[in-house]
């Protein structure tokens, strides 16, 4: 059993006015489709809309998947979702990018809704199931599920970064969490370093020992906490950017762009996180001290919309459109605007034609647990060409190094970054771009998904004898 915030379908309304359901084809949706399907499994997660009566709870089929729809009120989606999980947990474990909201009324209703869900949870799965708890909507569902089905093995895995001690104490409820979380008999995190924050944690403000990856219980349960980087369907990106279709659109994107010498791109949802605006004003500094220019250079900046309830989103959305048409007024010429920006969302197709008709990719965020756009665009790259710019602080830095890294705070190192890669000769870019195709052919997402069900599997064995730990802390 999946159970995640989000389903893997979108309602979308039938012409009739019935309700019907579009898969939505995400990554993590396309990995782990074949371990549902192989073990009878069901997936449990919010539509996406509001139900004030909560009364919407019947399991349906959608495309040979069970799924379990949990309601949420309109109440449940200001305090829970966007309040805290976007406006509380998001910020804070992104860094303090921006400011954390502590609110005791969002945090009773994030209790309420992760007990909602775990209440399902226990309903529907079988004797002896495994549950895969995904996600910081959902930190409290591991602990709670086990109360209520000692049975099952549990296992979480945590999509976004995990803040140090000293940022993740501001917390008035960090105790809670933590303890919530080891429920699970697994804790998943995208790299080493957020794992090693969590068990540091545990010992610090749950006092339990610890040794290692390994958290020992006084009930006698261990729990293991490690990193599994998630990763992309590469396969299927590779038969996408080959595909006639997407081969056609890339040189339509050109061609409707004036075919430039050179198309920087940037695809992100429209998140504080991303560093859109930084890295826009990088390229617009460019373009004024005469290091490029635009007749021969365009950035196309697609930002996806997102949570757009949310106040601090609202402030991101109104600054960047400020920029873009600050930096397209002062720059631009007729047919030659400097930023071509998209407020939009665009299907894989598109998505793949346009990594494809970039010759550089602009990742910049400030903090990202992974970011899988960076491994999409090296995904499409049949001809090992184009460049990538990344961020240190994308979790994808660990493993892309032969990206031109950079520190999304220090501008003047953007530019200089985005210099080189735009001047770069055909064989460095041919070696970079080879050396991380290799890496992201090696760590595909179903070998992501395999490496944390066969540990899970072997995970925290409830009825063995606990491992004492060699040391104690
Ligand atoms: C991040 C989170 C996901 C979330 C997604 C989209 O990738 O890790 O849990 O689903 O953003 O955000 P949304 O708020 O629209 O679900």
Not at 430 to 447: G, L, N
Request: proline share 5%; glycine share 8%; aromatic share 10%.
């Amino acid at each position: 059993m999946i159970v995640a915030n989000r389903l893997p379908v979108d309602r979308v309304e039938q012409p009739d006015g019935s309700r019907g359901w579009r898969s939505s084809p995400g990554g993590l949706v396309a990995a782990l489709e074949p371990v549902l399907r192989a073990n009878d499994g069901v997936w449990l997660g919010w539509t996406g809309g509001a139900d004030e009566t909560g009364a919407d709870t019947e399991p349906f089929e959608s495309d040979g998947l069970r799924l379990v729809p949990i309601p949420m009120s309109s109440e449940d989606i200001e305090e829970f979702y966007e309040g805290f999980s976007n406006a509380t947990l998001w910020p804070l474990y992104h860094d303090l990018v921006a400011k954390p909201a502590f609110h005791r009324e969002w945090w009773e209703s994030y209790q309420r809704v992760n007990q909602r869900f775990a209440e399902r949870a226990a309903e529907v799965a079988a004797e002896g199931a495994t549950v895969w708890v995904h996600d910081y909507q959902l930190q409290l569902v591991p602990r709670m599920l086990r109360e209520l089905r000692p049975d099952l093995r549990i296992g979480f895995y945590l999509h976004i970064p995990f803040p140090p001690a000293e940022l993740f104490q501001q917390l008035p409820w960090r105790r809670q969490l933590l303890e919530g979380l080891l429920g699970a008999d697994l804790v998943g995190f995208q790299l080493p370093g957020a794992a090693q924050n969590f068990v540091r944690l545990v010992r610090q403000r749950v006092g339990h020992k610890t040794h290692r990856d390994l958290v020992y219980l006084p009930d006698g349960r261990t729990v293991r906490a490690a990193a599994y980087p998630i990763s992309i369907d590469w396969e299927g990106y590779q038969e996408l950017a080959r595909s006639e279709g997407v081969v056609k659109r890339a040189k339509e994107i050109r061609e409707a762009l004036g075919n430039p010498r050179t198309v920087f791109l940037g695809c992100d949802r429209l998140d504080y996180t991303k560093g859109i605006y930084a890295r826009l004003r990088a390229f617009g500094e460019l373009i004024s001290d005469g290091h490029l220019d635009v007749e021969d250079a365009v950035f196309v900046q697609v930002a996806v919309p997102s949570r757009e309830q949310v106040e601090q989103y609202k402030i991101l959305r109104d600054d960047i459109d400020r920029l873009v048409g600050r930096l397209n007024g002062d720059l631009g010429q007729i047919g030659r605007p400097a930023i071509s920006y998209l407020h939009s969302s665009y299907p894989r197709e598109e998505m793949a034609a346009l990594y494809r008709a970039a010759d550089i990719m602009v990742v910049t965020p400030y903090r990202d647990g992974m970011n899988l756009v960076a491994k999409e665009y090296v995904a499409c790259r049949l001809d090992n060409d184009g460049a990538l710019v990344l961020s240190e602080f994308a979790g994808a830095a660990e493993e892309l190094r032969q990206a031109w890294l950079v520190n999304p705070y220090d501008l003047n190192g953007m530019k200089a970054a985005l210099l080189e890669a735009h001047t770069a000769d055909e064989r460095e870019l041919t070696r970079r771009m080879k050396a991380m195709r290799r890496t992201v052919a090696q760590h595909d997402v179903a070998a992501w998904a395999e490496g944390y069900m066969a540990d899970l599997a072997n995970a925290g064995d409830h009825h063995a004898k606990p491992l004492r730990p060699l040391k104690s802390r």
